[in-house]
């Protein structure tokens, strides 16, 4: 069998990237109609083969590490995030590396962080009044920054605080837009004028990184802290290493970006769909059981990434077919979460089908899957069950105009107006 890529649209590159910048649902539904769950596209300068059977995304998933790369594929965050982050690393050195981040995210810990949300969470409703109208994403960017900074960095309130999620807050407005996102697919990551750009833009906020950590590994009470960046400090392999400077700076930036970006995005658009649920928000705050299923079904219906990807290391059998090396595979998110035959009626917002049953390893992969699955799936999950809860619990809230499109900001989805909502009492 001769390795070859499958049937896609003919349309040249930049069509088939505004399409996909523009509509990705309808663009990647358009294609799957003509073409079947497996269809290339060129949106970038290396080919995309999607994939949105189930079956399919279990071969990718499951696949040895040495076959499929995941940094190589995500290699236009690397210019941000910079080359040791665990998004960027394949092999041995992502292994490595995750093992040392898990801990941290995990056990008694979540609990801790528990607090820290609660509080940041009422911090932010301490000004809402009934009448007003307001978008919650900016709302819900405030209250993960501060989950970030005090839970992730260790950086409690004062003006340490506050410098720290200005700089912070500003970096990322500038570097998530979609201009950016774009000129990176377009002249490649590598490209010497993208490399001086990102590092211009992220000069002071690496300063700022590198002046923490060097305080932080000379603090008295580091073994006694529980914020993220102490126990990734202290966190040692089998052989007693530990991640030096540029590793912890790299991966303090994944958080920020994984963790602030995507998590608020997604509690925008959980109000958006709970506000038009008739007694959703009023079950969410008294049914804990619900709230996670509304997550589930939030991150299931309105993603906030559209797909994984992984890079082929040399030909190989997916779905039916020997595929070239080189390819990047994306399951695709938006397509697998809105199949019929898994998810009946799967346009509908509807909270309850994560009640009847568990969501699937290879059907639910907002958080990709594998050994690649996301390390703080667990923790944004729990964030935004509790700033749900908190919110439904001190505030009443009703939609405001029609449902709300998606627009992309940067490689994330987001409700075109903000997630809109009007406050009609406090509780």
Same mark, same amino acid.
């Given at each position: 069998?001769?390795?070859?890529?499958?049937?896609?649209?003919?349309?040249?590159?930049?069509?088939?990237?505004?399409?996909?910048?523009?509509?990705?649902?309808?663009?990647?539904?358009?294609?799957?109609?003509?073409?079947?769950?497996?269809?290339?596209?060129?949106?970038?300068?290396?080919?995309?083969?999607? +994939?949105?059977?189930?079956?399919?995304?279990?071969?990718?998933?499951?696949?040895?590490?040495?076959?499929?790369?995941?940094?190589?594929?995500?290699?236009?965050?690397? $210019?941000?995030?910079?080359?040791?982050?665990?998004?960027?690393?394949?092999?041995?050195?992502?292994?490595?590396?995750?093992?040392?981040?898990?801990?941290?995210?995990?056990?008694?810990?979540?609990?801790?962080?528990?607090?820290?949300?609660?509080?940041?969470?009422?911090?932010?409703?301490?000004?809402?009044?009934?009448?007003?109208? +307001?978008?919650?994403? $900016?709302?819900?960017?405030? #209250?993960?920054?501060?989950?970030?900074?005090?839970? *992730?960095?260790?950086?409690?309130?004062?003006?340490?605080?506050?410098?720290?999620?200005?700089?912070?807050?500003?970096?990322?407005?500038?570097?998530?837009?979609?201009? =950016?996102?774009?000129?990176?697919?377009?002249?490649?990551?590598?490209?010497?004028? #993208?490399?001086?750009?990102?590092?211009?833009?992220?000069?002071?906020?690496?300063?700022?990184?590198?002046?923490?950590?060097?305080?932080?590994?000379?603090?008295?009470?580091?073994?006694?802290?529980?914020?993220?960046?102490?126990?990734?400090?202290?966190?040692?392999?089998?052989?007693?290493?530990?991640?030096?400077?540029?590793?912890? =700076?790299?991966?303090?930036?994944?958080?920020?970006?994984? /963790?602030?970006?995507?998590?608020?995005?997604?509690?925008?658009?959980?109000?958006?769909?709970?506000?038009?649920?008739?007694? /959703?928000?009023?079950?969410?705050?008294?049914?804990?059981?619900?709230?996670?299923? %509304?997550?589930?079904?939030?991150?299931?219906?309105?993603?906030?990434?559209?797909?994984? %990807?992984?890079? +082929?290391?040399?030909?190989?059998? #997916?779905?039916?077919?020997?595929?070239?090396?080189?390819?990047?595979?994306?399951?695709?998110?938006?397509?697998?979460?809105?199949?019929?035959?898994?998810?009946?009626?799967?346009?509908?917002?509807?909270?309850?089908?994560?009640?009847?049953?568990?969501?699937?390893?290879?059907?639910? #992969? $907002?958080?990709?899957?594998?050994?690649?699955?996301?390390?703080?799936?667990?923790?944004?999950?729990?964030?935004?069950?509790?700033?749900?809860?908190?919110?439904?619990?001190?505030?009443?809230?009703?939609? *405001?105009?029609?449902?709300?499109?998606?627009?992309?900001?940067?490689?994330?989805?987001?409700?075109?107006? /903000?997630?809109?909502?009007?406050? +009609?009492?406090?509780?």
């Amino acid at each position: 069998m001769h390795a070859a890529l499958p049937a896609g649209p003919r349309a040249p590159r930049a069509a088939q990237m505004a399409a996909w910048l523009a509509r990705p649902l309808w663009f990647a539904s358009q294609c799957r109609a003509r073409y079947g769950d497996t269809f290339t596209v060129n949106v970038e300068q290396r080919p995309w083969v999607m +994939l949105s059977d189930p079956a399919a995304i279990r071969e990718v998933f499951t696949a040895s590490a040495d076959l499929m790369h995941a940094g190589d594929a995500n290699e236009i965050l690397r $210019p941000m995030l910079g080359p040791s982050s665990v998004l960027l690393l394949d092999g041995a050195p992502h292994m490595h590396q995750r093992k040392l981040m898990l801990p941290a995210f995990h056990g008694d810990r979540l609990e801790r962080y528990r607090e820290i949300i609660v509080d940041a969470t009422e911090r932010a409703l301490v000004d809402w009044r009934p009448g007003d109208a +307001l978008a919650l994403r $900016p709302h819900a960017q405030a #209250i993960t920054l501060e989950v970030i900074v005090r839970a *992730v960095f260790g950086v409690d309130a004062g003006a340490a605080n506050e410098r720290l999620k200005a700089l912070l807050s500003d970096v990322l407005d500038r570097l998530t837009r979609v201009r =950016r996102m774009v000129l990176i697919a377009a002249a490649g990551p590598n490209n010497p004028r #993208i490399v001086a750009l990102f590092r211009r833009e992220l000069a002071a906020v690496d300063a700022e990184l590198h002046r923490l950590i060097a305080e932080r590994r000379a603090a008295a009470d580091l073994a006694d802290r529980d914020d993220v960046l102490s126990t990734l400090l202290l966190a040692r392999d089998e052989r007693g290493a530990g991640l030096s400077d540029s590793e912890l =700076r790299d991966e303090l930036m994944t958080l920020l970006v994984a /963790g602030h970006e995507t998590t608020a995005n997604s509690l925008a658009w959980a109000f958006e769909r709970l506000a038009r649920t008739p007694g /959703g928000l009023e079950r969410v705050a008294e049914d804990p059981d619900y709230a996670d299923a %509304a997550v589930r079904e939030t991150l299931r219906l309105r993603p906030v990434i559209a797909l994984v %990807a992984r890079r +082929l290391t040399r030909d190989a059998e #997916i779905a039916g077919r020997l595929l070239p090396e080189g390819a990047v595979l994306t399951p695709c998110i938006l397509l697998v979460h809105r199949r019929a035959d898994i998810y009946p009626d799967p346009d509908a917002f509807r909270p309850e089908r994560f009640l009847e049953r568990a969501p699937g390893t290879y059907t639910w #992969i $907002p958080f990709g899957g594998g050994v690649r699955r996301c390390v703080g799936a667990t923790f944004a999950q729990m964030e935004m069950q509790v700033v749900l809860r908190t919110i439904a619990r001190r505030v009443r809230l009703e939609a *405001v105009g029609e449902p709300e499109p998606v627009r992309r900001r940067a490689i994330t989805l987001v409700p075109a107006r /903000g997630g809109e909502v009007r406050v +009609l009492a406090r509780r």
